[in-house]
Structures are given as structure tokens and as C-alpha cells.
Nanobody, 118 residues
Framework: QVQLVESGGGLVQAGGSLRLSCAAS????????MGWYRQAPGKQRELVAD???????NYADSAKGRFTISRDNAKNTVYLQMNSLKPEDTAVYYC????????????WGQGIQVTVSS
């Protein structure tokens, strides 16, 4: 099993910044990917960004140029630096983990609220 604990959400004004963190623990693999998804009210959960253990990154178009995903493999922690936040970024953000090289099984954090006021 894998446990994911998120932190860093909150309320920010439009144009501001937040940094999300997610620490993974449990039965981890050295080959893995971690990422951030978000779900706004009435909408489906969507990918924001993800990063593999060899630090290959992938971003949703909405995140490119504003968000940066990074990770510290020694701490099994992934970060999402969010700049130039917009009201439409308001959502519950979920940390995600899966092992590479095996059939995908997703692990999820409990979710953390990010609210951007206009």
C-alpha cells in the first residue's frame, strides 16, 4: 500500500502563488510517477501535471507556463508550484502515485482545497 499526504492548499487572490506538497510512504517503487490532478465542482477530475522518478514531466495545457512540478526522490515528495493563479484554478487538488513498468494502479491522496478569489 501507498499513503499520500498533501499539504499547502488554501485561499489566495488571483495572481498569487501557492505551493502544494505531497509526501508518499509505504511500499514504494524506485520506478514511479507522481502527479497532481484537480477536480472542480461539477467537473471531472483532470490531470494538472506529473513527473516520473527520472524527472520527466508532463503538463496540462492549462498549467503550462504557470505551474512547475518537481520532486525530491530522497524524501519521496512531489511539489507543485502554482503561480499566476486564476479563479478557474479553484478546485480540490489530489496527489497521485503509480508504479512504472507494471499494470497501472493509482493511489490517491485525500485531496486539498485550493481557492482563488477574483
Amino acid at each position: 500500500q501507498v499513503q499520500l499526504v498533501e499539504s499547502g492548499g488554501g485561499l489566495v487572490q488571483a495572481g498569487g502563488s501557492l505551493r502544494l506538497s505531497c509526501a508518499a510512504s509505504g511500499t514504494l517503487s524506485s520506478l514511479n510517477a507522481m502527479g497532481w490532478y484537480r477536480q472542480a465542482p461539477g467537473k471531472q477530475r483532470e490531470l494538472v501535471a506529473d513527473i516520473t522518478s527520472i524527472k520527466l514531466t508532463n503538463y496540462a495545457d492549462s498549467a503550462k507556463g504557470r505551474f512547475t512540478i518537481s520532486r525530491d526522490n530522497a524524501k519521496n515528495t512531489v511539489y507543485l508550484q502554482m503561480n499566476s493563479l486564476k479563479p478557474e484554478d479553484t478546485a480540490v487538488y489530489y496527489c497521485n502515485y503509480w508504479r512504472l513498468g507494471v499494470p497501472r494502479r493509482d493511489y490517491w491522496g485525500q485531496g486539498i482545497q485550493v481557492t482563488v478569489s477574483s
